[in-house]
């Protein structure tokens, strides 16, 4: 593998998700394969789970791993093409990539989108011009549209829960204070499109995701509906796509409660504001898998990592 | 070990101490003891000496560290029971404990106190709650009202500099012009009682400690009685406990001179303000040992960590 | 070497260069030289490449390097002798120095100057008081006046892509639209100075350099002039040194243009403001060498710090 961009890039989810099951049952395995290699972590946004797990990831393949804060240890910089930069942005990307490449032999980079310039964040600037100019692969850790480490962690969460052949999983909108990117639920609706699984979305009208994403998925704009005999309940707030990074509707009548989960297992990529999003005696209980799916983000990120350096 | 939260953790004060300087002799003795471990270490205030002491000393055990800057890099966390989270925080810790607990296998905090809510401050709101939270161990590295590390510190670095066998010890209150924690004072009095010294007390009236940490040791108002015969001057400022949290005396009087002094070394934690806390002559005498201090937080903390991974 | 300030630390250039091209070829080759040392790497200012090849450098040669941007991570630092600190500096450098020397085998020190302060730039107050309160080798990371990393890097890069004996370097001015520092043009115009290289400097009349550094380097200041048959240019903003910190000329016609360049090879530091320093055109051209010169800063860190740990 070149680089991991999305979930696009996975060629075979089933045998992604056995080979990181075998990884975390043995994660030093490999730990001479990446050894005296650098990766090089460029954050544009802030990060928890995605900081740690991929350094964790990292050190297990025996690699260096370099974190850095790009707004606040760096210099502002430039994407666009031909500009005069006689403003605040003091390096341009072309250079920016091209000289970390010299320094480290993956880069894995976390941009967020502007959610007001919906052009602007589906060409994923930033990420793909990262690509574009360094001279190394590169490693989506969550973008403008996509979150891919989050999409197979779910994957491979959803596969080492599921107690039936093919489990419904149910992607469900949840209320929150701020606009939120649908960088998550784009992610998990491609992930679940690929694996052998009953999908379901569920938001309120005015909430549908790209339609170029969710495809013939189908969309339940009825949430006690779609809820019907589900395994899997994966819960995330976004922003209106079409009234693009809108908040349209704050309905707490969407939040999640255990009687709404019934037997369904409970998934959220975090943070996840408690008794907004989710009722506390959901999280508190054995129905919620959040701490088991944060714990695969280590696996994922190793995997990416490993099929990136065996390609080397 | 399972957690280093207080000077009460140590179970043997001096087996301690002699077992870090054991270490200091030969710091890299256990470098496989931690070889592929993480720990992880979470700041929500500034630190210099912690922050690099702590980390060399994972080294040393052959640990990986990973340093975070919770509020400049991570989430607002949210500590508060059964809140409906639609304020700044946006994750709450009972996920980020149990998250971080995924990829570290040691969890080291420093959290201040606020110094306005004496309830909050005394019921280590941030660190018990990791502690309550996290499924591995934590390691306290300066909370609301204690700094172990520190206080094991200055006992390994009196008994290094001992020339009695039972040396006379005054922790003096010194002026300030911020309002600081009890933190310090408060474990460094906790180790003196558990050692065979000679330990008094010095403060103005209006700034006695909390009578529960202090117990039955003496306080003297008086600086220069209490400083008679000592051998080691211990000095740091704090802000009242009675009322809590504010600055009563500012007295330069109790700033620590070289004549006060006489032919006691001088201790304090550092950072320290020059001629305000202390003059410069003692600072720059043989006399200050502040330097030697420094460098023992390293065997300190390696000292914890060793005993907790051996507990593993 | 005991420690690396400046261009003058460096006894014969040609030596340090082939040494570093032997370096280059075979990068791990003293990866147990530095094995469980460690690199404090202290920040005061922004930067990019210094923090990541500097990291790449003592990881090549097995060191552990923790890097600290002392502003946000750390306490205020005091440079004043006899201070009385009772303002916003925290810990005095003196101890800072002392106790960062306790913990790293090795100190690696960034600080701008102020451009509004010629005497205390100049007597780099935050470089030579690490260098005077420390007790282990500092390593200069860019300083008031000078950044001889950069320096040795660029001696290395002409080196690599001389084409002639004794080839012309010209090192030119460019417009800019915020002041300054000296420090890049000063270590390029020592290291030039000790070279076997033809080197003529040129700049608009009041932004001449530093004369106790430029010596008898001819300063031309007819850009056209300067530029006849060179080979290489290494372009560079500063601001006024006589009238010390000031923008006098933005003058556009400044600008490194295609044309201009001729057969020369384009250096610079980075980063670098595309179309206000040099046209895209160059950039974009395989006249530019940015990106080898930007490779060759690990190899210029990691000769000095190969250096420094073999005299240790």
Known sequence: MDHYISI??????????EEAKELKKNPLKYIELGRNKTLGLLFFNSSLRTRLSTQKAALNLGMNPIVMNVSGDAWGIEFGDGTVMNGNTAEHIKEAAAVVSQYCDIIAVRAFPTLNDKAKDESEQVLMSFKKYASVPIVNMESATGHPLQGLTDAITI?????TRKPKVVLSWAPHIKALPHAVANSFTQAMQKMDVEFVITNPECYNLNPEITGKTSIIHNQEEAFKNADFVYVKNWSSYESYGQILNTDPNWMITKEKLGNAKFMHCLPVRRNVIVEDAVLDSDSSIVIQQANNRTFAAQLV????????
Do not use: G, M, T, V
């Open 305 to 312: 990592l490993k099929k990136i350096l065996e390609n080397a």
């Open 159 to 163: 596969s080492e829960h599921a107690k």
């Open 8 to 17: 696009n890039d996975i060629d075979n989810i089933n045998s992604w998700i």
